[in-house]
């Protein structure tokens, strides 16, 4: 993509299509659209490959299942070509939040998290860097990784999303924190000195469900 007004558009939207699409999803599929239209009318640029990773979960998410992993696998070869590392942990968080957990063992998603956090936070992309933290400690709750160990990663990271200011992704991973504390209880593993953690979670499930924060909310009572 060489036309300088275009690119400009593709990296505009490109920073506010995550805010747009949980907030307004009709604003989100707009930017996705546009995105790809420009880049199919323009050539492409390092954030084809973030517009195209998100219409794959738009699709999945729509049910379209073949066509959000023909995107996916775009979005990534797109990404390969370019190699645009400033593009990875976004594509990443998208992709393998979606299609390739079916396609591949839990193990080895986690593992693309992992490096999706890494690269994120060398280029700067805290958010979508604390995004792929998110998803790799609910990928490895879900693979049966040990309770203990998912626990120390929340603690890690969750202080890291308080220190970047990251809400949105601190909400879920401190009711996924509950979730692993609860378990860990019932297994009688040894807990953590978090006082009665119960008591703080009704209350962080109120909070979540006050402001609306439905995904949080269902994370505490899963």
Not at 64 to 77: E, I, M, P, Q, V
Request: proline content about 1%; glycine content about 6%; aromatic content about 12%.
């Amino acid at each position: 993509m060489e036309d300088s007004d275009a690119l400009i558009a593709m990296n505009f939207m490109g920073e506010l299509l995550l805010y747009a699409y949980f907030t307004n999803q009709g604003v989100g599929v707009c930017f996705i659209t546009h995105m790809i239209r420009l880049s199919l009318d323009h050539g492409v640029c390092k954030e084809s490959s973030f517009a195209l990773a998100s219409c794959s979960v738009m699709l999945h998410a729509r049910g379209d299942l073949r066509a959000s992993k023909l995107l996916s696998h775009f979005a990534l070869s797109l990404l390969a070509r370019l190699d645009c590392k400033d593009m990875l942990s976004r594509v990443y968080a998208c992709v393998y939040s979606t299609n390739s957990y079916k396609l591949e063992s839990l193990n080895k998603v986690s593992e693309k998290f992992l490096y999706g956090y890494e690269v994120g936070m060398q280029t700067g992309d805290i958010q979508f860097a604390m995004y792929n933290a998110r998803l790799y400690c609910e990928s490895s709750f879900w693979s049966g990784v040990r309770l203990e160990v998912i626990e120390k990663h929340i603690q890690v990271w969750g202080q890291q999303m308080i220190e970047y200011n990251q809400e949105w992704n601190w909400n879920v991973t401190n009711a996924l924190k509950y979730a692993v504390l609860i378990l860990m209880k019932c297994s009688n593993d040894v807990l953590p000195p978090n006082g009665d953690f119960l008591e703080e979670g009704r209350k962080s499930l109120n909070e979540h469900i006050e402001k609306k924060r439905l995904h949080s909310a269902a994370m505490i009572c899963f």
